[in-house]
């Protein structure tokens, strides 16, 4: 969860790390750190909080030194205070790490017995009195690492500073992802290439159970047993100019406002221009020996699964289960002999998604890599890699991650379904018209973005909220739920609109806003029913539909929103559009902070 850097420069290395951190902030904010090695010693500056706390401190108190190590931090072991900010020092070594050192109990016990004080109740500084007490038994900072890492269990990665070695870092990950980027005379190591974008493009990715020297002249790699290997230089995809809000208030503004791009360029991933057709990546290249598909994820990427769930079966003909990744990898699992899995992150780096893909492949699946992220450790571990092209996304509460991965997961679909005969060339055609046009669509509904602000503000005031929907709307109405939680705090729950009367039923009374989405597709009928019974109990109904939805159902509707005619297919990609709005004006009308809700991070790198 947590974000690092690590900087070897011929400049103050403060600035550049505040810089990155402010890049990485998306993965924590509880409190953030830097140290730097000045006239051969550690210096130290640390803040609870999210780091325009730090920068007030630097303010006051400014580091010096053009070697140092940085962090943001979402806290897991110990409360986030000053105290358990990093950078953890222990003697002459500090550290910043992202993950979780499992056997971190066993370690300390050891550690106190010999005689060494903690100043905090965080797994990350054992590691720090570890390798201190190896260096002052005499052995090198290097020598130091390859004694420390055999003994350390857990999914991490972080980055170590040493005093009197200025031109030295130490950096390792197992299951966490690090980056390093290699410059002029310069050297640099972050949690991803979004961070050191502004530093250099020259990036490095280590490898599971690597660990790194780093020093302004190069670096070294070696595996976990010692051997030193070498890891291939890559130029980075992501650009500083990439970074940015522009005149929005906020990331989650301007990335709900660029998906008719993202959503466009996504297209061009999965539909040949040329041609005009659904194209399909291994390994489902061979799409008449896919026996089944698994989808992996988490969090909205998972609802984006569930959605892809009903165009698997009913577009491409092909048994498919959406998977909680967090379920799947600890179960065991029984799939079929010719299965594919799909793995779905955003980042490509979420530990139970990363977790899952393992397990589909001892299992015997191939797999697909579904991400944003081209280096990404999920790109990188799969089969077969199909980019989302959403460009960076900052803000916690995913939004056009998830309509690029619907919109990749159709495209999957209509190549499936015509490859595997299971609908005709005219049929294939017209849904891929279908998904051609969504960008328009969607750009048609943010400019009406005003006519959602009287709902919100009702959506703000509400102690509880449901949202229901049938079939392809049942996946929305999940995230519309989600994405109100995240970020404002209200108590809100997503429902196939059958099971209301199974239960949430007895939730409803007029204080209750429910929101229904209901495009005028093969269950709307029944929707329309629920929404009755809805009313029927002094619900207020906020309903989500087309112009013949609107015609059948509108004057029963405290609050309408007409959304444009589209395809039934394709429909979960617009109206995923109005839930992130609402959900995003009420945070705004709350003043709780949409970008990075309180108890969340961007990339979930602990399990």
Not at 99 to 124: K, P, W, Y
Not at 128 to 145: K, T
Not at 434 to 455: H, K, M, N, Q, S
Request: hydrophobic share 45%; net charge negative.
């Amino acid at each position: 969860m947590c974000g690092i850097v690590g900087v070897l420069s011929a400049q103050p290395a403060a600035p550049l790390m505040m810089d990155a951190l402010r890049r990485l902030e998306y993965r924590g904010y509880d409190s953030a750190g830097l140290a730097t090695v000045t006239g051969g010693t550690l210096a130290r500056r640390r803040a609870a909080g999210k780091l325009a706390a730090l920068q007030e401190v630097l303010e006051r108190d400014p580091l010096a030194g053009m070697s140092g190590i940085g962090h943001t931090r979402w806290a897991t072991h110990g409360p986030p205070t000053v105290e358990n900010a990093h950078p953890h020092v222990a003697g002459r070594v500090a550290v910043v790490h992202n993950g979780i050192i499992e056997n971190h109990a066993a370690l300390r016990a050891e550690l106190v017995a010999a005689g060494a004080t903690f100043e905090s109740t965080t797994d990350t500084e054992v590691v720090a009195h570890l390798l201190d007490r190896e260096i002052a038994d005499g052995v090198s900072p290097e020598q130091a690492m390859a004694r420390v890492m055999p003994r350390l269990t857990g999914a991490f990665a972080f980055v170590v500073l040493v005093a009197g070695q200025e031109d030295l870092l130490l950096a390792a990950r197992r299951a966490s992802p690090l980056a390093i980027g290699l410059g002029d005379g310069a050297a640099f190591v972050g949690s991803d290439a979004v961070a050191l974008a502004p530093l250099t493009r020259r990036i490095v990715y280590l490898e599971d159970g690597d660990w790194a020297v780093l020093r302004r002249s190069g670096v070294q790699v070696f595996t976990g047993d010692g051997t030193q290997v070498i890891r291939r230089e890559q130029v980075s995809t992501v650009s500083a100019a990439m970074i940015g809000k522009g005149n929005y208030r906020h990331f989650m503004e301007k990335e709900i406002h660029d998906q008719p791009e993202a959503i466009a360029h996504t297209l061009h991933a999965v539909i040949d221009p040329g041609t005009g057709s659904a194209t399909l990546p291994p390994p489902l290249d061979d799409a008449l020996g896919v026996a089944k598909i698994t989808i992996l994820a988490a969090g909205t990427s998972f609802y984006a699964g569930l959605t892809a769930r009903y165009w698997m079966e009913s577009i491409a003909g092909i048994a498919c289960e959406a998977e909680l990744a967090s379920e799947f990898r600890d179960r065991r699992a029984v799939l079929p002999a010719g299965g594919v899995a799909i793995a779905v992150s955003q980042s490509g780096e979420s530990l139970d998604t990363l977790m899952a893909l393992r397990n589909a492949k001892s299992l015997g699946q191939r797999v697909l890599a579904l991400v944003n992220v081209p280096e990404s450790t999920i790109a990188r571990e799969a089969d077969g890699v199909l980019l989302t092209r959403a460009g960076p996304e900052f803000g916690v509460a995913s939004t056009k991650a998830f309509t690029a991965q619907l919109t990749a997961f159709l495209g999957l679909a209509i190549a499936l379904g015509a490859a595997r005969g299971h609908i005709d060339e005219g049929e294939a055609l017209r849904l891929v018209i279908a998904l051609e046009g969504v960008p328009g669509r969607v750009a048609t509904v943010l400019e009406a973005e005003e006519r959602y602000l009287p709902i919100a503000r009702d959506l703000a005031r509400a102690r509880d909220v449901l949202y229901l929907g049938r079939g392809l709307s049942y996946p929305i109405a999940l995230e519309g739920a989600l994405k109100l939680k995240e970020i404002t705090y209200v108590h809100a729950e997503g429902y196939a609109a059958g099971e209301m009367k199974h239960g949430p039923i007895a939730l409803i009374d007029e204080h209750v806003p429910v929101i229904i989405v209901a495009p005028s597709d093969g269950w709307f009928d029944k929707t329309a029913s629920n929404m009755a019974e809805v009313r029927a109990r002094g619900g207020r109904v906020v309903l989500l539909t087309d112009a013949a939805g609107a015609e059948a159902l509108g004057e029963g509707a405290d609050h309408l929103v007409i959304l444009p005619d589209v395809a039934a297919e394709v429909a979960p990609i617009l109206y995923a559009i109005p839930v992130q709005l609402l959900a995003y004006l009420a945070a705004v009308e709350k003043g709780t902070d949409a970008d990075q809700p309180r108890n969340l991070a961007k990339s979930v790198t602990v399990e």
